[in-house]
């Protein structure tokens, strides 16, 4: 299962990013928060599937289904 | 008394104090607030990097463009973090201060303490502001800075720049760092088996407020704004007042500067006396700099709508709203605001394309923005509009046949636009960039925006347009002024070098079905698309035509403008980038003279093949 999966107001454990984004972009995305372990929490989703608004630590972001294909997650709750 | 000497010097010397930390965290504020009024912005050809320095107290205090970490995703976040690895080399550097948001503290520590490692690395003084401490001490949450400071191993300052708590404290005590900084070097560095990851969370954990307790208000107002219908409907009206805004309450001020110039002109050339100088200050400088000065108001005000909609954090998530219809063209959401502002002038609208994440989707942004409809194009609209559309309404004059012609050129304009935008993206080389960053944005907390970081761009705004157009603006208005006022001995603009070029020139417009005094006209909009107006109603004998658009639309019919060749000049001004400005601006943010002029040749020539044919379809 990815972050795409993840239904509004359900919260989830981040348990990996995808090896195929570029090691900037995986970087990146752990300094913002995306770390394993780390708890998300799916705040809402748009109509057409577009960009989801996730919770993740102290931070409120939105991200786009191109990148939340792209993190792993488990226990979805 | 050679050592007392030194020593007096050095402690008189000015440093720089360079401040730094993660977007979102009220550091602009905090700059304000620390500096005066007078800052000076730098900056770097092609990339969004911006240094703004200010004064304070004898030093010189550097702020810094926001970052998440020292790594580096795109060629603006190398520039940044090239300049922050440069003044920790440079001796001048007396103190750098650390931005800390106190209601994401896991967030900017990340920052934070990559930042603290780089200073201790380098012997550099290092103190963190944890800023915005009003919004955490709100829910009765206390940070006990001492403790904090001792596990970050560098002083900690509670402060708040908007309610301005501990500012005076943080004044005084990072006056006393920069006169001693060599006892401010911090004392900790992320040891072995630790990761600013584990090491921020650890803190936070400990001194942070808990997240749900600060988000609960911005979740609050995001059910609301970013609800599928009522959010549409929110969205609509912000952006419908943003578009009123330029054009409404724009125009006393447009009016107001377009009267100041000419009573200056009047009082000037009126001292001087009838003459050449005369007439070259009343046509080349006044005419041609206002026409140009007048665009500084709508500008302004463009620019503090889009400040006052950033800094209370709207700006994000107009972004969230469009982005999924912008990413079919291969746009992100961030290029919504630019596109709209491209609807008032192209200049700033360009300028406001910086906010963009990608680097590709910014150039592709800035250089489908002259597309957009600016309002230079209105006059001739309007002039056009009134030759060939028959002033008919229907459903009892609700819907007239001219204004929906003028919609049709608005639209046709965005439309362009996005295919272009489309082509843009198959035809150009995606791994010109390092990474492609996806679109992944932080939604801040709403704030109320304070007025003065707003003012200082508004003035920015204002200084980089008169800074990057002015020049240009000039240079060509003096040039076509010439051209159209030499050798004729009455300065008759038929018999002018401008003319014989048009003459000379004609072929190239026969085939569009118009004749050399199109052609002029046409000439003398590259210095600024309204300038049309009055030239061809110089061509038709009609004085002043800019206010009697009426007449010269009369004389024109009279002499037989086909309406295939209208359309197809209408056409011509949706798509043809006749701005010297706008070139200019081009070149100076995406830093490239082939795309700037390339863009220029490119729409120049769609324009003329969109004009020929659709002049012979009708």
């Known amino acids: ?77 | 008394m050679g050592v007392n000497l030194t020593l007096i010097q050095s402690s008189c010397v000015m440093k720089n104090i360079i401040l730094v930390g993660k977007p979102n965290s009220g550091k602009s504020l905090l700059f304000n607030q620390l500096t005066g009024l007078r800052q000076k912005v730098a900056n770097f050809p092609g990339v969004t990097v911006e240094l703004k320095s200010g004064q304070f107290g004898e030093h010189r205090l550097i702020d810094f463009p926001g970052a998440y970490s020292l790594s580096t995703l795109s060629r603006d976040e190398e520039i940044a973090v090239e300049k922050i690895h440069e003044a920790m080399h440079d001796d001048n550097t007396g103190v750098i201060v650390c931005n800390l948001d106190a209601t994401r503290l896991e967030r900017s520590l990340v920052f934070g303490l990559q930042v603290r490692d780089l200073a201790k690395q380098h012997n550099k003084a290092l103190v963190f502001a944890l800023n915005m401490i009003d919004e955490v001490e709100r829910f009765s949450h206390n940070v006990d800075c001492e403790r904090l400071a001792q596990d970050l191993g560098a002083p900690v300052f509670p402060v708040s720049a908007k309610t301005l708590t501990g500012l005076h404290e943080f004044k005084l005590a990072l006056l006393d760092v920069v006169a001693r900084p060599e006892n401010f070097v911090p004392t900790k560095s992320i040891g072995a088996g630790d990761t600013v990851f584990s090491i921020s969370r650890q803190i936070a954990k400990h001194y942070g407020i808990h997240a749900d307790i600060v988000l609960k208000q911005q979740n609050t107002i995001d059910s609301f704004l970013l609800n599928s219908v009522l959010g549409g409907v929110a969205f609509f009206g912000i952006m419908f007042l943003l578009f009123q805004s330029i054009f409404t309450w724009a125009t006393p001020l447009m009016d107001g500067v377009e009267e100041i110039i000419g009573w200056l002109a009047v009082a000037v050339t009126s001292a001087i006396g009838p003459g050449l100088i005369n007439d070259f200050l009343q046509d080349a400088i006044f005419g041609g700099l206002g026409s140009f000065l007048v665009f500084v108001p709508q500008i302004m005000v463009l620019t503090f709508i889009i400040g006052l909609l950033e800094d209370s954090g709207y700006l994000a998530r107009a972004a969230l709203i469009c982005h999924k219809p912008l990413s079919y063209f291969g746009l992100s959401g961030r290029s919504f605001i630019p596109y709209l502002s491209g609807h008032a002038c192209a200049i700033p609208a360009i300028m406001a394309a910086r906010t963009i994440e990608s680097p590709r989707k910014r150039l592709i942004t800035m250089m489908t923005i002259p597309l957009m409809s600016c309002s230079a194009r209105l006059p001739v609209y309007a002039l056009l509009i009134a030759v060939l559309i028959p002033d008919t309404t229907y459903l009892g004059g609700l819907l007239s046949l001219q204004g929906t012609a003028f919609f049709v050129l608005y639209f046709l304009g965005i439309v362009t636009a996005l295919l272009v935008s489309v082509l843009l993206n198959k035809f150009t080389s995606k791994d010109n960039d390092k990474a492609e960053m996806p679109f992944i944005l932080e939604l801040p907390n709403y704030r109320l925006p304070h007025w003065k970081p707003l003012l200082f761009r508004v003035l920015t705004s204002a200084k980089q347009f008169i800074r990057r157009a002015g020049p240009v603006i000039f240079m060509v208005s003096v040039v076509i002024w010439c051209l159209g006022y030499f050798p004729s001995s009455e300065h008759a603009l038929e018999d002018s070098y401008l003319a014989m070029i048009g003459q000379w020139i004609e072929p190239i417009f026969a085939p569009l079905g118009l004749d050399w005094r199109y052609g002029v006209a046409i000439l003398v909009s590259f210095l600024a698309r309204e300038v049309f107006v009055g030239a061809l109603g110089t061509l038709f004998g009609i004085e002043g035509a800019d206010e009697n658009i009426a007449g010269l639309a009369a004389n024109i019919q009279a002499d037989g403008l086909t309406l295939g060749a209208g359309l197809g000049l209408l056409i011509f001004y949706v798509i043809a980038l006749q701005c010297v400005a706008t070139v200019a601006t081009l070149k100076g943010e995406t830093g490239s003279k082939k795309v700037a002029w390339g863009l220029f040749a490119g729409y120049g020539l769609l324009a003329y093949a969109s004009a020929f044919v659709v002049s012979h379809i009708f």
Request: glycine share 6%; hydrophobic share 45%; with cysteine.
């Open chain 1, 1 to 77: 299962m990815t972050l795409w999966d993840v239904p509004a107001k359900k919260s989830a454990l981040i348990s990996g990013l995808d090896a195929s984004l570029l090691p900037a972009v995986t970087n990146r995305l752990l300094e913002m928060g995306l770390t394993d372990g780390q708890s998300v929490r799916c705040l809402r989703r748009s109509p057409m599937r577009g960009p989801l608004v996730v919770q993740i630590g102290d931070c409120v972001y939105t991200l786009e289904q191109s990148i939340a294909d792209k993190v792993a997650i488990s226990s979805l709750s």
